[in-house]
């Protein structure tokens, strides 16, 4: 098994999704939010729904600096470089290897111009049972151990890791969340997932916050959850907001974690996704255009995951080029509805 492959352990499994306002409008909303931003205006911000924070539209991701094994040199100079360039939002979780410690040790220092997420249900102590992670116990416990790695005393958000609907229904989890928030560890709590246990999270108003797959291969979200959260006034996180950047395989990728959107991208077979332009490393190649329509939908940041320094600059820099065209936009959406069968449902 691959370090990504890992990831499939998870697997348990329309218009606009800004309810009538404009990506612009929206965008022009989320700038005139941008006073409380930790980082000033060096990109665009967005007010994370009911918790009041302002975050940039672009965050960084913690999955793949753990699961590749990123050495700490490396780590050390993409999160600082990020830093220096206007990044507000590092999201982890508990189970991406050392993520969290590669995290602390490269920018713990730095603390206070971050907003640090994470996850909880994915790790067990030594001599509990297996569902212990997602017990009130289970989670306070991983969010202790999570303070520690994270080198700090309070997180800004901890999330259920991708817990399926049954776990969530019987809700010791989210009780943990709370009793967690309610003791100051952390100020708000969310749920990170996909389809009917994301549906389920968004509808028990128990949550101040979804994590949810957006992107050119993965949509069901935006008719599925992401009106209600926004109704609900939640914040709203894209995970694997560029599909995994899959267009840059030219056969079936090993890393399972990666085949599904492959697979998936044949068939949709977007122009911009395929040859010369999805090398284009500009707004209007594959990788601008999937983040700029990620970030059109109703999401405050997109998380992109990296293990290259260089990576977050450039792709804030795509950000800069703003929302795509109205048809542009419009044929995203079409091609999808067009070509996506009923188990093309979100990728936890
Ligand atoms: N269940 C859950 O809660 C869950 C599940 C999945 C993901 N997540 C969260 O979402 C984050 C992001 O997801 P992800 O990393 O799987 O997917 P992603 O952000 O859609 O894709 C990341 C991949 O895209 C590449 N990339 C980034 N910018 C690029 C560009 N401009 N051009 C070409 N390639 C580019 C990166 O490679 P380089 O290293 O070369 O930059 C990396 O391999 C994760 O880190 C994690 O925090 C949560």
Redesign the pocket.
């Known amino acids: 098994m691959n370090d990504f492959s890992r ?1 499939t352990l ?1 697997q348990s499994s329309a218009a606009l999704a800004v309810g009538g306002l404009s990506w612009r409008s929206l965008a022009a909303h989320a700038a005139s939010n941008s006073a409380s931003s930790i980082k000033g205006d060096t990109i665009e911000h967005r007010t994370f729904g009911k918790t009041g924070l302002s975050i940039a539209v672009l965050g960084f ?4 600096i753990g699961y590749e094994n990123t050495d700490q040199k490396t780590v050390d100079e993409l999160l600082n470089a990020a830093l220096d360039a206007g990044l507000d939002v590092v ?3 508990e189970c ?1 290897i050392n993520s969290e410690e590669q995290i602390a040790r490269a920018i713990g220092r730095r603390r206070k111009e971050y907003h640090l997420f994470t ?1 909880v249900g994915h790790w067990v102590p030594d001599g509990q049972p297996k569902d212990f992670a997602w017990t009130k116990d289970g989670v306070l416990a991983s969010i202790e151990r999570s303070l520690k790695r994270l080198n700090t005393d309070v997180l800004e958000l901890v ?1 259920l ?2 817990c399926n609907v049954d776990i969530l229904k019987r809700g010791e989890c989210i009780e943990g969340l709370e009793a967690a928030k309610k003791a100051g560890k952390t100020r708000f709590i969310g749920y ?2 996909d389809s009917a246990a994301a549906s389920f999270a968004v509808e028990s108003d128990r949550f101040d916050t979804l ?1 949810t ?1 957006v ?1 050119i291969c993965d949509q069901q979200s935006i008719e599925l959850t992401l009106p209600l959260a926004k109704e609900k006034n939640m914040g709203v996180i894209a ?7 899959v267009w ?1 395989y030219d056969a079936p990728p090993a890393n399972d ?1 990666h085949s599904e959107y492959y697979s998936r991208l044949q068939k949709l077979n977007y122009d911009f996704a395929k040859g010369e332009r999805a090398k284009d ?1 500009g707004p209007e190649g594959a ?1 601008g255009i999937a983040l700029r329509f990620t970030l059109m939908q109703h999401v405050h940041t997109a ?6 320094p260089k ?1 977050w600059a ?2 804030a820099g ?1 950000t800069k080029a703003g929302p795509l065209t109205d048809a542009q936009h419009k044929s995203i959406r079409e091609t999808w509805k067009n070509a996506s069968p009923e188990n093309w449902v979100g990728q ?1």
């Open positions: 990831r998870l991701g913690g999955a793949e999201d982890t979780a991406y996850k999330q890791h991708s990170s997932g994590q797959s992107n995970k694997r907001p560029i599909a995994n950047a840059r974690y490393a990788a998380i992109v995951g990296t293990s290259n990576r450039q792709n795509l936890v």
